[in-house]
């Protein structure tokens, strides 16, 4: 099979043809059709995350069907089209987090396109535990965004409670897809990106946003949570400040550069700052079904699977409005 490997951090990934992996007892083999790109991708590339796997295959939203099953998988069939995401493995009850239901912050985690291959490649092996149905409503392109951007920008969504007024710092993928929940649920959402992004500003608009401007500038009025999707450490004060009284800004990446440090005065007044980590099978359940009844709709930027160190770059440079996408033909 084809596949794009990465064979050191720092270094572009190379086109290379791999034996199709077999699954073991618990998991299924699955035809990959499409892999959305993911911030975490890049930090994995570009050696901010560190010690994966290597060499690597990438990808950590695969939407494909399945085309082997083992001995243990008494969930799906074989053709059934599935997704997989970030998490790929918890140890279920050997600690004390995935005992109290928080299997996202399992000590002994492992995830997909990051301790074992991912979605870069026309075929891949996951855990059929960690594998969700996809509604048939949802093409393959754009189910593939919803699997990380969508899920754990879910999981980040609902750390600010019932928030009327919400800001998204950063308008990439995860910020496309959750202003449409927010906008079905009648939340305002204000938009802040790189002062120079008037089209990622006019993007935001499109897509229902009450305010769109650059990341120096405070809204109009105060809001009462923020969401960093961006990975950059100077928007924690930036957002802090931007937030009411009893507000909440929550950090959704998994890696961001160095936080400055702020004045308590913002932070004073029962502000909140909190950091979201990875996901759960349940959070996947939850937004998988109101994707659905929301009818979200992800805009994405396409790709061949041979084009991957391209599409990385388009992501990295910020030329990419919406969700990158890998073909796999």
């Not at 279920?92 to 490649?121: H, I, K, Q, V, W």
């Not at 980590?277 to 996947?284: K, M, P, Y």
């Amino acid at each position: 099979m084809r596949a794009m490997i990465l064979e050191a951090q720092r270094q572009p990934l190379r086109l290379a043809e791999l034996p199709v992996p077999k699954p073991n007892p618990q998991q299924v083999l699955i035809r990959v059709r499409a892999c959305a790109l993911c911030r975490t991708d890049l930090h994995i590339v570009d050696g901010e995350l560190t010690h994966p796997k290597l060499p690597l295959v990438l990808g950590h939203q695969i939407v494909g069907t399945i085309e082997a099953i083992g001995d243990r998988v008494d969930k799906f069939s074989i053709g059934q089209r599935v997704g997989v995401p970030w998490l790929g493995y918890t140890c279920g009850d050997r600690c004390p987090y995935c005992l109290s239901g928080r299997e996202n912050l399992c000590d002994y985690a492992e995830f997909t396109g990051y301790n074992f291959d991912g979605g870069f490649a026309e075929y891949t092996v996951a855990d059929y535990r960690f594998c969700f149905p996809l509604d048939p409503s949802f093409p393959d392109l754009q189910a593939a965004p919803l699997l990380c951007g969508g899920l754990i920008g879910y999981r980040a969504y609902t750390m600010t409670g019932d928030a009327e007024k919400l800001g998204f710092y950063g308008f990439g993928s995860a910020a496309h897809i959750l202003i449409q929940l927010a906008s079905y649920q009648g939340r305002q959402v204000f938009a802040f990106t790189r002062s120079s992004d008037i089209k990622g500003q006019e993007f935001a608009r499109q897509l229902g946003a009450t305010w769109a401007g650059g990341s120096d500038e405070l809204p109009r009025e105060p809001l009462d949570a923020a969401i960093i999707f961006a990975p950059v450490g100077k928007l924690v004060p930036t957002a802090l400040r931007a937030v009411a009284k009893g507000g909440v800004v929550v950090c959704a990446g998994i890696h961001m550069s160095d936080i400055p440090s702020f004045p308590y005065d913002i932070l004073w007044e029962e502000r909140v700052l909190r950091s979201v980590a990875n996901l759960t099978r349940q959070d996947g359940e939850k937004f998988l079904s109101l994707a659905s009844q929301v009818r979200i709709r992800t805009e994405v930027n396409l790709f061949p699977l041979i084009q991957a160190n391209e599409a990385l770059d388009a992501l990295r440079s910020g030329k990419i409005d919406g969700s990158a996408v890998l073909v796999v033909d």
